[in-house]
């Protein structure tokens, strides 16, 4: 199939790569020139403009998946429908909120263009284990695309169509609301072993244990032993944790259903203090966390 992949960042690139192994064809596209010239040398063909690609899918509808910024989705939402044809497809794979989703669904289709939505799990380990979709839109037209969710999947991801335009979003919500309040009680735990009663305790020593045989034994708590033995102190982490925004939407969606979340509200808590200058051992496992799944920047205590 051919596919343009706009948003080149850690996740879009690997995605890229992903597409052109398995085949497909590949256009990228991203606002910053540098990140063009980086995909391009990792053999990405690229365009310069939105123009291009519509002239490069010829007469055919074109497939725009999206890897950007929720923020940055509605202004790039608007620039697409002015110049993609009728029965193009616009795919948002990033963590843009569910509502506003449901939104671009019904403003895409003014403009005879279908709009999918795609909860894409996996981070930068993705590109060599597969990535987990969760899947929203018209199910036809999910069931076109399907070539492309499983060439992302392979060889140990999933896809799955889960209902109507933002149910994907909706449960990438859901998961990355989880992902907060796991990350937190990681992080609480291997706080308590640092400042307990044991001094100077193999921390990383305690994360391998726990990942031979432990009911606790799961990919977060993998990458906490990685962070450990490379930096048993966590020296130079400063512990500022971003908040992000999906356990934010979660936490509204849950008042407006009654659904009490008070572990995943702590957990938000903690990263908001944390953005304040509220640091500990736990917000550097988090910062450290961030960084191992998702490439995300640490700041530098």
């Known amino acids: 199939m051919k ?40 053999g990405v063909h690229t365009a310069h403009s ?15 998946w999206l890897m950007i910024p929720a923020g940055v989705v509605p202004a790039e939402l608007d620039k ?19 509502r506003q989703t449901i939104g671009h669904a019904e403003r895409a289709q003014l403009h005879s263009v279908h709009f999918v939505d795609v909860g894409t799990s996996g981070g930068i380990m993705g ?17 076109t695309l399907e070539p492309l969710f499983l060439s992302l999947a392979r060889p140990h991801g999933a896809y799955q169509h889960f209902g109507p335009s933002g149910a994907g979003h909706y449960i990438k919500m859901a998961h990355n609301a989880i992902e907060y309040g796991m990350m937190e009680s990681l992080a609480e735990g291997y706080h308590l072993l640092h400042d307990g009663p044991f001094k100077d305790l193999d921390l990383a020593g305690v994360a ?58 702590s957990a938000l808590d903690v990263r908001v203090a944390s953005e ?11 910062a450290e966390l961030r960084n191992k799944f998702g490439g995300h920047t640490i700041n530098k205590g």
């Open 50 to 64: 939105r123009d291009e690609i519509v002239t490069w899918f010829g007469a055919e509808p074109a497939i725009v």
């Open 127 to 143: 590109l060599e284990n597969g990535f987990s979709l969760m899947i929203g839109g018209n199910a036809d037209i999910v069931k």
């Open 208 to 265: 391998q244990i726990w990942q031979h045989g432990s009911v606790i034994d799961s990919k977060l708590n993998s990458l906490v032993a990685v962070a450990l033995h490379e930096n048993p102190k966590l020296n130079g982490v400063d512990g500022y944790v971003a908040e992000s925004g999906e356990a934010r939407w979660a936490l509204e969606v849950a008042k407006d259903q009654n659904v009490p979340m008070p572990a995943i509200q």
């Open 80 to 98: 697409w429908l002015k110049v993609l044809p009728e029965g193009s497809v616009i795919i948002d794979g990033g963590n843009s909120d569910f």
């Open 3 to 42: 596919i343009a992949l706009v948003g080149l960042g850690k996740m879009g690139s690997q995605m890229a790569v992903r597409f052109i192994k398995h085949k497909h064809e590949v256009i990228g596209f991203d606002a910053e020139q540098s990140i063009l010239q980086v995909a391009e040398q990792a």
């Open 276 to 286: 304040g200058g509220t640091t500990n051992f736990a917000t550097k496992i988090l």
